[in-house]
């Protein structure tokens, strides 16, 4: 069962910033929030993912709030090529054993020239 | 080195037919997941291997899928007595530690 309410769609205009929420009301101590997108026809690219402190890397920011209950990915400049859905998912660390990712329905980010 | 590979690309077959699904893993990683997406729908995790165990079988639809890794390399997951609700694409991932790196997928069209 996904842990993590997105909003269904959103549309952003080309160059501008995209942010995208994600709410994990129920998150535990030891889950990590991780960010894929998927760009259609294509498998799952996998972008971000934190603990409790803001990371930052070629592709995107991810901001989770001081309480963890949740967090927004940012695109800094959105481009036509980041059109995609974008998925939110809550996941223990790897190392306590693989644990499979559980995809909800993510966000469907339009971007629009 | 090279990504995940899936073969085949593409699967046509009748109803009531078997089908096997090839996943190649990268190099080195541990860890393989097999999930299903059907048309417009979302992923829905099926089955994922630690080395050659499967820990978590729990999304298996029913007794007509299963699945192998051997080596702790490739896998294969089988599909007996294909039905018309197979039709998905079913994409195959792996991974070392955190990240999932997936495949293209096979695209399983059950008439």
């Known amino acids: 069962d996904a842990k993590t309410t997105q909003p269904p769609s959103m549309d952003c205009a080309e160059g501008r910033a995209a942010n995208l929420p994600c709410n994990h009301s129920?998150?535990?101590?030891?889950?990590?929030v991780y960010w894929y997108r998927q760009i259609h026809s294509q498998g799952p690219q996998y972008i971000i993912h934190?603990?409790?402190n803001n990371e930052t890397n070629e592709m995107a920011s991810l901001i989770i709030t001081e309480d963890r209950k949740s967090s927004t990915l940012i695109l800094p400049h959105a481009t036509l090529r980041d059109t995609a859905v974008y998925y939110c998912?809550?996941?223990?660390?790897?190392?306590?054993?693989?644990?499979?990712?559980?995809f909800g329905q993510g966000t469907r980010l339009t971007i629009n020239p | 080195g090279a990504g995940v590979s899936q073969s085949p690309s593409n699967k046509v077959t009748e109803k009531g037919k078997d089908v096997e699904l090839r996943c190649d893993p990268i190099?080195?990683?541990?860890?393989l997941y097999w999930y299903r997406q059907s048309l417009g729908q979302g992923l829905e995790f099926l089955i994922y291997?630690?080395?050659?165990?499967?820990?978590?079988k729990s999304g298996l639809p029913s007794d007509r899928f299963s699945a192998e890794r051997t080596g702790g390399s490739v896998s294969t997951l089988t599909i007996q007595r294909t039905q018309q609700e197979d039709s998905a694409v079913y994409l195959c991932?792996?991974?070392?530690?955190?990240?999932?790196?997936f495949g293209p997928g096979t695209r399983l069209t059950v008439l």
């Open positions: 991932a792996s991974s070392r530690r955190t990240e999932l790196f």
């Open positions: 129920t998150i535990s101590g030891n889950e990590y």
């Open positions: 934190g603990l409790k």
């Open positions: 998912i809550v996941r223990p660390d790897i190392i306590q054993g693989a644990q499979k990712l559980v």
């Open positions: 190099s080195g990683h541990t860890a």
């Open positions: 291997f630690q080395g050659n165990s499967a820990p978590d």
